[in-house]
C-alpha cells in the first residue's frame, strides 16, 4: 500500500490543462471575479453556503493550508469556474504505528459560472481534481456529494467515474426545498483512468 505523497500545493506544477481549461491556483483578481457570480440565485441554490462574506471567501481561498487546494479554471484567459480538493484521514485502526489512512482521503468540489455553464467545464474541473488527488498527492480515495435534484452535478460525477455510494433519503437541508435526498459519490485510486 503506498502512502500519500506529501506534495505541497506550491511544489505542483501550474498551469494544468484539464480538456480545454487552464487549472491555476486563485488569484486575487480570480476571487473578485468569482465573487461576481457565487453569491447569484443560480449558483447558491446548489451549494450548502447560501451566500459567503467577501473578506471571508477571499482569505480562505488565497490561505495557505496544506490540507485544502483551491484552483482557478480559465478558459482563454477568462474564469469559468473554481474547484478544490480538501484531503483528510480516511477511517482506519492504528497498529504498529501504521498510518497509511493518515492524509490518503480527498472531498473534491467545483463551481461554474452560470454564464459558461453547460459547456463540459464542471466535468473537465472534476477530472482535473481527480488527476491531481491520485496522480500527484496519491490520495487513496475521493469522495463528492451534492443534493440529489442538482442533477447537472452528479451527471458530472458519474462521468468522471466516480459511483454512487450513498443515497440518503431527506438527509440534506435545503433552504428552499427543505428536507430533500442527497448523493455521496467516490471513486478509488485504481478505479481511476
Known sequence: ???????????????????????????????AQALTWRNSPEV??????????PQTYTRSWLEDDPDSLGVAAHVDGQLVGTGSLSIGDAMGQVHAGQDIWSRAQGSLG?????????????THLARGLLSIAFDDLGLHRVTAGCFADNTPSWRVMERIG????????????????????????????????
Open 1 to 31: 500500500m503506498g502512502r500519500v505523497r506529501r506534495v505541497k500545493v506550491a511544489d505542483l506544477a501550474w498551469p494544468r490543462q484539464a480538456g480545454p481549461l487552464s487549472l491555476r491556483p486563485p488569484t486575487p483578481d480570480d476571487i
Open 162 to 193: 466516480m459511483r454512487r455510494e450513498q443515497h440518503g433519503v431527506k438527509d440534506s437541508w435545503h433552504a428552499e426545498l427543505r428536507w430533500v435526498d442527497g448523493y455521496t459519490y467516490g471513486i478509488l485510486r485504481e478505479e481511476w483512468t
Open 110 to 122: 467545483y463551481t461554474i459560472d452560470p454564464a459558461h455553464a453547460g459547456r463540459g467545464h464542471g
Open 44 to 53: 447558491t441554490r446548489w451549494l450548502l453556503l447560501t451566500a459567503v462574506d
